[in-house]
């Protein structure tokens, strides 16, 4: 039933999705209803050196406009943005507001600024959406929209071209609704217009200091300090001490520069700098080999020849001791953890 005209309504729609998410979001934008009076909010997630399509794909599935997002326009009924490469997007009362601050879960755009920037902005306006992806993008801020009295959708993982998204979200957030694209479509369609409940807790100083810190990027002097106890473990894009932050059954972490990790994209991103680290440790010990080899011939040419046995007898020995090391870095199951989903 529609709210009466001095109620708030639910009116704002925002959706994230990554891996496979791109025919979830055809899928959902088909299905849903053209006329609704809401405005749509899009984070994929996309390398940074290319430009989103997702504009031109999504206007071949839905009556709706859909626009690239730019920073500093109104948001509008009947709109969908899309958020561009590199470039977090977020929802504030005055409008859309695009940022490139630190990245969160190893993305930029990343769907927990979206997310969280709407929840702080609108409350319970706000209707959330997960899509396929892999990882766990998406959870914390669907648990913003969700504390903030929003509606939390996500798609059914068996559906979802990748589940981890979908799963992770429903794991730790009382989602709503979990089902197929269509399904989720349809909700939204019976919940825009409807009467938005009204707030009663007061505002998440701890959200606002994180939205500050994605516009802003000073994350030391804004206070990122204070979210938590200081972890025991390491930012692995800058190396700053990280603090741990929990949200309900979700802990998660934040840089003094701003980076911010959820468990799983901390455990991929350190794998990734492992995975560095290895293999240029076997290239510094391939060069030592090589090396000695060139040492090895020098003295043998210059009449050295016990000199240009030790030297081979060296090289050989490294040759060795590197082979536990290759056999790790090229080991699948040692990285499996952070590639599933």
Known sequence: ?????????????????????????????????ADLPAA???????????PSQLDRVLGYSTRLAVKIAQDGEAISNGQVYVASADR????TPQGIRLSRGPKEGRSRPSIDVLFRSA????????????????????????????????????????????????????AHVQVDLAGKVEALAARVGELVGTAAPEMVQTANPQLALENHITMEGNALKAGV????????YT???????????????????????????????????VNEAIDNGLWATLRAVEERVMLLRQMAQLAQTSGAGD???????????SEQRIQPLRELVLDPLFFSHAAKG
Do not use: N
């Open 88 to 91: 977090h997007l977020m929802a």
């Open 119 to 170: 929840a702080t902005a609108f409350g319970s306006r706000v209707i959330g959406v997960v899509l396929s992806g892999a990882l766990d993008d998406g959870t914390a801020g669907l648990w913003a929209v969700k504390d903030h009295q929003g509606v939390a959708l996500v798609q059914d993982p068996d559906e979802a071209m990748h589940s981890s998204m979908p799963r992770s979200a429903i």
């Open 225 to 232: 300090m204070d979210l938590g106890k200081v972890s025991k």
């Open 40 to 50: 749509f909010l899009v984070v994929l997630h996309i390398p940074a050196d290319t």
């Open 235 to 269: 930012c692995p894009d800058c190396h700053g001490v990280l603090v741990q932050i929990e949200e309900g059954p979700i802990v998660r972490f934040r840089c003094h520069t701003g980076h911010a990790f959820s468990l799983k994209s901390l455990m991929a991103q």
């Open 307 to 317: 000199e240009a046995a030790r030297l081979c007898k060296q090289a050989e020995e």
């Open 1 to 33: 039933m529609p709210s009466p005209p001095d109620l708030p309504k639910r009116d704002i729609v925002v959706i994230g999705a990554s891996a496979g998410g791109v025919e979830a979001l055809r899928g959902f934008f088909h299905a849903l209803p």
